[in-house]
């Protein structure tokens, strides 16, 4: 089985269902020609021409609605944000067209969209490059948010995401698309979208995270298990809407919960699932909810100690973990 | 000497159509303003004053294969393009039988996929980057269709019109904008709206043809929607055209009307291209009195019908609130 970097996992399952459905095509900001600013559809403008991978004017809202327009024709597009921090100027394409069509025409369009957009900061973007997005988005009916953590989800979610009949956004960790190598199957296989994974079986605290963080928080729990401690690791795989039965199962599991994201921590996504797990765990629980996350400042600065000090990374992890299990 | 619309290459029966059209509009619309004052719908928004643009646009594109992307005034393209009066009632009501929505939507807000009339919503223009869609879909499936999309002036002024044009006009697809002008955007008139002498001469900057027309005047809206047609069928792109009219009533049931002169509406109204065109089909012996009187009472009996049907009907049950926010 091939060693893959995550973005090689996403240009090869873009590859792959563009040779399996001609419906399918690229739309975004440079990648055609130049494949992509981080080269995510490197080599696909070659392979398939310019209407497949279509290089498009610099206008957010024309992506997204074109796109829908597309969409509701019957096309599979694949919308490209150039970075998670630019798609404000589509937020009205997203969630008053593409999350309502079904639901305003009472089942009659529907708009089977994909809009990739790489998130999340580490890599001296400063406020503009950095951002978490997915909270924007994460109460919207009709929508579904899929952050892949690593290359073999990346390739299984995004196929599910394009064969998906409902819009999907899909974000990927900037920082993840280099850093990250496993090993990934080039068959055929897809993801379900709505389901948690279970990343690292354990019994003495449960960490739930979803995105890059899932990558540090292995890290940590790697180090942990040489003090004895055993961590199990839900990554939440698809943010909304949420698998409810899995994160409470997990948080059941040790009675332990620590929440992690790089977004910052109020209002984010892991508030609905602390959410959960105080509707439904109560009597499993045998210490308070903890939550790591970035703090509540607008954006990540761009100076290197500004930048680190606002950034999870595995020590902070494993720090808030040893704490969680000491509770 | 030919006439007008043998010119355009109408026939008289075809003229005879577009006036029933434009009737049928107008009486449905009126019937709505009746079943809103009686307390019966709890809202209504109007196509009156435009019915000339939107019948003689849609008698100009292809009924089989074209899609449209109406916004809320364009009763005269939904009924055009086969939406029935039975379901335009339906919608008003907010019953669970209306095609549009199923009652969820406030009337006016179009969709009906058998019928190609593409959903829209209320934030005004989002539904010009989607007719550009269905445009690129058009090109990239090498389909003879063409996409047609419609606005008011004011909505001209929104991001979406410009990046949904300037789109359209990079990658040269088949698609129609046509811009409802009727002087008014609720309450603030044209000239606190735009500052370019009209809306079409913004076709400019997105290289395509841009042309104003009567909007009280249906042949001259068909001939340019036909034109622009054409050319798009063609591969020479989009075309941007701004049909002049005159909004006759309030912006919508809610509204008061009370930023106007009442001398300035009574003067639109002798513009009324209901009345305009009637009186050139009948100096061309094409509209009798008996077929006048024909025609009256089948599209009464038409909308009478439809508003019973539509009164009586069921609402949905309230649990289907959750129903379709994602595919079954």
């Given at each position: ?5 995550y973005?090689?996992a996403?240009t090869?399952?873009?590859r ?8 399918v095509?690229?739309?975004?900001e ?7 600013v981080f080269r995510?559809?490197d080599?696909?403008?070659d ?18 609605g074109v796109?829908?327009g ?5 096309m ?7 970075f998670?921090?630019f798609?404000?100027p589509?937020v009205?394409q ?8 079904r639901?305003r025409s009472?089942n009659?369009w529907?708009?089977p ?15 503009y490059?950095?951002q978490s997005?997915?909270?924007i988005?994460?109460?919207?009916p009709?929508l579904?948010?899929?952050m892949p953590?690593?290359?073999?989800d ?7 995401a ?6 999907v ?29 279970i990343k690292?079986?354990?019994t ?9 963080c899932v990558?540090?928080?292995l890290q ?6 040489e003090?004895g401690?055993?961590?199990h ?5 698809t943010?909304?809407p ?13 009675g ?5 994201t ?5 209002g984010s996504?892991?508030?609905?699932v ?13 210490a308070?909810i ?6 509540d400042?607008?954006?990540?600065p ?19 973990m040893?704490?969680?299990?000491e509770? | 000497m030919?006439?007008?619309h043998?010119?355009?290459?109408l ?11 434009m ?5 449905v ?6 079943l809103?004052r009686?307390g019966?719908?709890p809202?209504?928004?109007?196509c ?5 643009a939107?019948v ?14 109406p916004?809320?005034?364009d009763l005269g393209?939904?009924?055009s393009f ?7 009632m339906?919608f008003a009501?907010a019953?669970?039988e209306?095609?549009?929505s ?10 009906q996929?058998k ?7 209320s ?6 980057p989607h ?7 058009a090109k ?9 999309v419609t606005?008011?002036e004011g909505?001209s002024?929104?991001?979406d019109f410009?990046?949904?044009l300037?789109?359209?006009?990079v990658h040269k697809?088949?698609?129609i904008?046509?811009?409802e002008?009727?002087?008014?955007a609720i ?6 709206q735009?500052?370019s002498?009209?809306v ?12 104003t ?5 249906p042949?001259?809206v ?5 034109d ?9 792109g989009?075309?941007l055209?701004?049909?002049?009219s005159?909004r006759?009533?309030?912006h919508?049931?809610?509204?008061d ?11 639109a109204?002798?513009q ?5 065109f009637?009186?050139y ?15 009256t009472a ?12 539509a009164?009586?009907a ?12 994602y595919?079954?």
């Open positions: 089985m091939p060693i893959m970097s973005i090689q996403i090869l399952a873009l792959e269902e563009m040779l399996r459905d001609d419906k095509f690229i739309l975004g440079d990648v055609g020609k130049k494949g992509g995510a559809t080599g696909l403008y392979e398939f021409g310019e209407y497949r991978v279509l290089d498009t004017p610099l206008a957010e809202s024309a992506i997204a796109g829908i597309a969409a509701m024709y019957g599979r597009p694949v919308a490209e944000m150039q998670a921090d798609i404000l589509a009205n997203i969630i008053s067209e593409a999350a309502k069509t639901y009472n009659d529907s708009v969209i994909t809009i990739r957009a790489p998130y999340g900061g580490g890599v001296h973007g400063a406020l490059h950095s997005v997915e909270a988005f994460a109460n919207q009709g579904k948010i899929v953590s690593g290359p073999y990346a390739k299984g979610l995004l196929k599910a394009i064969r998906d009949n409902d819009p956004l899909f974000f990927e960790h900037k920082r993840a698309y280099r850093l990250l190598k496993e090993e990934v199957p080039d068959d055929d296989y897809v993801l379900p979208i709505g389901k948690a994974d690292r079986e354990g003495d605290i449960t960490v739930i995270t979803y995105g890059l990558h540090f928080a940590a729990a790697e180090k942990l298990a003090e401690i055993s961590t690791i839900l990554d939440l795989r943010v909304y949420l698998d409810k039965e899995s994160i409470i199962k997990a948080a059941s599991k040790t332990k919960v620590l929440l992690i790089e977004d910052n921590l109020e996504i892991i508030g609905e602390a959410a959960i797990i105080a509707e439904n765990c109560l009597f499993d629980l045998d308070p903890m939550r790591l996350a970035g703090p400042v607008p954006a990540m761009y100076a290197p100690t500004m930048e680190k000090y606002f950034m999870v990374n595995p020590d902070k992890c494993e720090k808030a040893r704490e969680l299990a509770f | 030919a006439n007008r043998t010119k355009l290459g026939s008289d029966q075809e003229v005879l159509d577009i006036y029933k059209s009737l049928l509009a107008r009486k619309d009126e019937r709505m303003w009746l809103n009686s019966k719908i809202f209504t928004i109007s009156q004053g435009q019915e000339a939107q003689g646009a849609s008698f100009a594109l292809n009924k089989e294969k074209d899609y449209v992307a916004y809320y005034r393209i939904v009924l086969g939406m029935t009066v039975r379901d335009i339906l009501f019953k669970a209306d095609p549009n199923g009652g969820r939507q406030m009337p006016g807000h179009f969709g996929k019928n190609r009339i593409i959903t829209g919503s934030p005004v223009t989002t539904q010009v007719a550009v869609g269905f445009a690129l879909a990239m499936e090498k389909k003879d269709f063409v996409s047609f606005l008011g909505s002024n929104q991001g410009h990046e949904g300037n789109f359209a006009g697809l088949p698609v904008t046509m811009v002008n009727n002087q008014y309450s603030v008139p044209l000239h606190k735009i500052a002498k009209n079409s001469v913004r076709s400019v900057s997105y290289g395509m043809e841009g042309i027309v009567d909007g009280n005047d042949l001259a068909y001939e340019a929607v036909r622009a047609r054409a050319r798009a069928i063609a591969g020479e989009g075309t055209i701004e049909a002049v005159y006759f009533t309030a919508s049931s809610d509204d009307d009370n930023y106007r002169e009442k001398e300035e509406i009574e003067q109204k002798k009324d291209a209901i009345v305009l009637a009186n089909l009948r100096e061309e012996k094409i509209l009798t009195v008996e077929l006048e009187k024909k025609m089948e599209i009464n009996s038409i909308v009478n019908e439809a508003t019973d049907y009164e009586e069921p609402y949905s049950m309230p649990e289907d609130t959750l129903k379709y926010v595919e079954d």
